[in-house]
């Protein structure tokens, strides 16, 4: 029930394209669901967030497009670009404790 | 920078030995949390501190134990190594309740030889 599913592992997309990444949980006491971009050689970095109250949440080229009722969650990656690459991992947290990491996706944006 | 200061960088050490890895977290955050990435791998949490005390656990070995100091620096103390704990060890700290996102060190990258 802790667990946050997390797909694909990896993901090819051409320059100009669109890059997305899928996510589960089981858990209805998580509260906050956030997106972490972790390049090579650094600790993870968070993207974007969302809380379950809203449907989808957009910060420039990135959105999280949210289904509660489904209990699913993806992050949209618009006019993706070589500079995007990097591992991505979505997550899941209940008051303000414990992050429970997906396994992550290894993008990469062909140029 | 993001804030979060990790040291050392880089371990290497033999199997069955000691080893102390450092956290200090970003101004102002009050929990500390350590999570292990192996090669290939997503982030497993270990544990979590608040102000000084233990909040949660996660699949953290015996062997290791951690702890958060009155100025909020946390270590994180691996004994009787094995080649199995090799990883990138991350740190990362948050203001608390209601603050809910992460911010992460750098890392310290264990290799046990």
């Known amino acids: 029930q802790q667990q946050v599913k997390q797909s694909p592992q990896s993901l090819i997309v051409q320059k100009g394209g669109i890059s997305i990444i899928n996510c589960a949980y089981e858990?209805?006491?998580?509260?906050?669901f956030p997106w972490y971009q972790q390049f090579p050689g650094k600790g993870p970095a968070l993207l974007i967030a969302i809380r379950p109250d809203v449907s989808e949440k957009k910060e420039g080229r990135f959105t999280i497009s949210f289904n509660k009722s489904a209990k699913q969650f993806s992050l949209h990656i618009m006019d993706s670009q070589p500079g995007d690459s990097a591992t991505y991992f979505c997550?899941?947290?209940?008051?303000?404790?414990?992050?429970?990491f997906g396994a992550g996706t290894r993008l990469f944006v062909k140029a | 920078d993001s804030g979060v200061t990790q040291t050392p960088k880089h371990l290497i050490t033999a199997t069955g030995q000691r080893v102390t890895l450092r956290c200090s977290p970003r101004?102002?955050?009050?929990?500390v949390y350590w999570y292990q990435q192996s090669l290939d791998q997503g982030l497993q949490f270990l544990i979590q501190?608040?102000?000084?005390?233990?909040?949660a656990k996660g699949n953290i070995l015996e062997r290791f134990s951690a702890q958060q100091f009155p100025d909020l620096h946390s270590e994180l103390n691996l004994s009787s190594l094995e080649l199995g704990d090799s990883a990138l060890y991350f740190c990362?700290?948050?203001?608390?309740?209601?603050?809910?996102?992460?911010?992460f060190g750098s890392g310290t990258r264990l290799t046990v030889v």
């Open positions: 858990n209805t006491a998580f509260d906050y």
């Open positions: 997550a899941a947290n209940t008051g303000g404790f414990k992050t429970i």
């Open positions: 501190y608040y102000n000084g005390e233990e909040r």
């Open positions: 101004s102002g955050d009050l929990s």
């Open positions: 990362a700290s948050s203001g608390g309740a209601g603050t809910y996102g992460y911010t």
